[in-house]
């Protein structure tokens, strides 16, 4: 496995809340110990990638309302063997909407997160340990909603209420406002630092 990539987006990035950097750790010492992190067949956890998807005039993120989980969640999926988690998103984007016309917006890791995922009919619990980018659309496409959603949403800047109460959406929600309105924000003290 090829995982040099994924070390070395990890070790450059900077974590804003004691919880990311709890999980970069975790990331590093699973490419550290573990061969196969980036196969489902890892049963303990595995690697997943997904995007903070937002559209081409760039004032709305895109979330799905995931079957499996039951809640709205960023656009993404596991990596199957990929250890290029930047393709790997851009190819759940794709698998999620039936949209090519897509581009990052940053090229490096916009959040992460790892995740405990409940047994489900044959799989047991395990984690994903999910490695988020920063992505956009390129032009106006109709989406497709994918088999594994029930809708797909807008939510729009200052729709910041309407966000599911997920620590982890509302922290890529708080990120992505900062970065369009040209603050650094300090999440841990809530505080702008600009």
Not at 110 to 121: R, T
């Amino acid at each position: 496995m090829h995982r040099h990539k994924t070390i070395d987006l990890l070790q450059r990035y900077v974590p804003e809340d004691p919880v990311e950097l709890r999980d970069k750790q975790i990331m590093l010492e699973v490419l550290a110990c573990e061969p196969y992190c980036f196969e489902r067949s890892c049963l303990e956890g595995h690697f997943t990638a997904s995007c903070w998807f937002e559209n081409c005039k760039g004032n709305a993120a895109l979330l799905t309302h995931h079957k499996k989980f039951g809640d709205w969640l960023q656009l993404g999926g596991h990596a199957d063997g990929d250890s290029d988690l930047r393709r790997v998103s851009l190819k759940e984007a794709f698998e999620e909407l039936g949209v090519s016309a897509l581009e990052f917006v940053q090229s490096e890791i916009f959040d992460i997160g790892v995740h405990f995922i409940p047994p489900f009919e044959d799989v047991p619990e395990h984690y994903h340990y999910d490695v988020r980018f920063y992505v956009r659309a390129i032009k106006d496409e109709d989406f497709v909603v994918s088999e594994e959603s029930y809708a797909l949403k807008w939510v729009f800047l200052d729709e910041e209420e309407s966000l599911p109460n997920n620590y982890a959406l509302k922290r890529m929600f708080a990120k992505w406002k900062n970065l369009k309105s040209g603050k650094l924000w300090d999440l841990a003290s809530k505080q702008d630092v600009s």
